[in-house]
T-cell receptor, first 114, second 112 residues
Framework: RKEVEQDPGPFNVPEGATVAFNCTYSNSASQSFFWYRQDCRKEPKLLMSVYSSGNEDGRFTAQLNRASQYISLLIRDSKLSDSATYLCVVNNPLHTGTASKLTFGTGTRLQVTL | EPEVTQTPSHQVTQMGQEVILRCVPISNHLYFYWYRQILGQKVEFLVSFYNNEISEKSEIFDDQFSVERPDGSNFTLKIRSTKLEDSAMYFC??????????FGPGTRLTVT
C-alpha cells in the first residue's frame, strides 16, 4: 500500500464550482498533515496544515479523520487561479524535536475552466 | 516575507561530474531538508539536517550524496559523481519549531 494515496485526477470543474479532494495515508504514527499546491515545474507551496478539529482558510476547508487515516480538502467557489496540482503530505518525525521528513502523495490535478 | 532561495536555477552537467547545489534557508529556521522530484513523479525526501548533522536520510541518499552547512546561512547538497538518473528538480526546504516546511524554487539538474 502506498504511504500517501491520492486520486491523480484531473478534476475539470467550471469556475464557481465546489471540488473535494481525498487522501489516505498508511502510517498510523503520522503526526502532522498538510495540503500543498504545486504549479507546473514550480516548488510545492504550503496551502494549509490539517488539524483533527478541521480547519478553514477562506474558501479552503481541510478535514482529518485519524481513525480512518483519511484527509480531505474542499475548495469552494473555484477560481481559475486555483488550477494546480494539490499534494497531500504527511510528516513522520523520528523523535520529538528533530527534523522530520515529509511524505508526499502523487498529487491531484485540478483544472478550473471558464 | 522571508523565503528559501536556491542557486543555480538550472544546472547541466556531464555524467560522472560533481555538482553542488546551494540553498539559503529562512534565517531563523533550524531544520533543513533536501527533496527531489523526477519529472512526472512525486516529491521524494532525500535528507534532513539539524544541529549540524544529518537527522534522517532516505535510501536514495547514498554515498554519492553529501550535505553541508558551511557557514551560518548556506546549506549545500553535493553529488560526487552524477548519473543520468540523478536528473531531477532538487528542492531545499526549511522549518522552524513548528512542523511546516517551506520550499525553495528548486534547481533543475540535467545530467547528460
Amino acid at each position: 500500500r502506498k504511504e500517501v494515496e491520492q486520486d491523480p485526477g484531473p478534476f475539470n470543474v467550471p469556475e464557481g464550482a465546489t471540488v473535494a479532494f481525498n487522501c489516505t495515508y498508511s502510517n498510523s504514527a503520522s503526526q502532522s498533515f498538510f495540503w500543498y499546491r504545486q504549479d507546473c515545474r514550480k516548488e510545492p507551496k504550503l496551502l494549509m496544515s490539517v488539524y483533527s478539529s478541521g480547519n478553514e482558510d477562506g474558501r479552503f476547508t481541510a478535514q482529518l479523520n485519524r481513525a480512518s487515516q483519511y484527509i480531505s480538502l474542499l475548495i469552494r467557489d473555484s477560481k481559475l487561479s486555483d488550477s494546480a496540482t494539490y499534494l497531500c503530505v504527511v510528516n513522520n518525525p523520528l523523535h520529538t524535536g528533530t527534523a522530520s521528513k515529509l511524505t508526499f502523495g502523487t498529487g491531484t490535478r485540478l483544472q478550473v475552466t471558464l | 516575507e522571508p523565503e528559501v532561495t536556491q542557486t543555480p536555477s538550472h544546472q547541466v552537467t556531464q555524467m560522472g561530474q560533481e555538482v553542488i547545489l546551494r540553498c539559503v534557508p529562512i534565517s531563523n529556521h533550524l531544520y533543513f531538508y533536501w527533496y527531489r522530484q523526477i519529472l512526472g513523479q512525486k516529491v521524494e525526501f532525500l535528507v534532513s539536517f539539524y544541529n549540524n548533522e544529518i537527522s534522517e536520510k532516505s535510501e536514495i541518499f547514498d554515498d554519492q550524496f553529501s550535505v553541508e552547512r558551511p557557514d551560518g546561512s548556506n546549506f549545500t547538497l553535493k553529488i560526487r559523481s552524477t548519473k543520468l538518473e540523478d536528473s531531477a528538480m532538487y528542492f531545499c526546504a526549511s522549518s522552524g519549531l513548528e512542523r511546516e516546511q517551506y520550499f525553495g524554487p528548486g534547481t533543475r539538474l540535467t545530467v547528460t
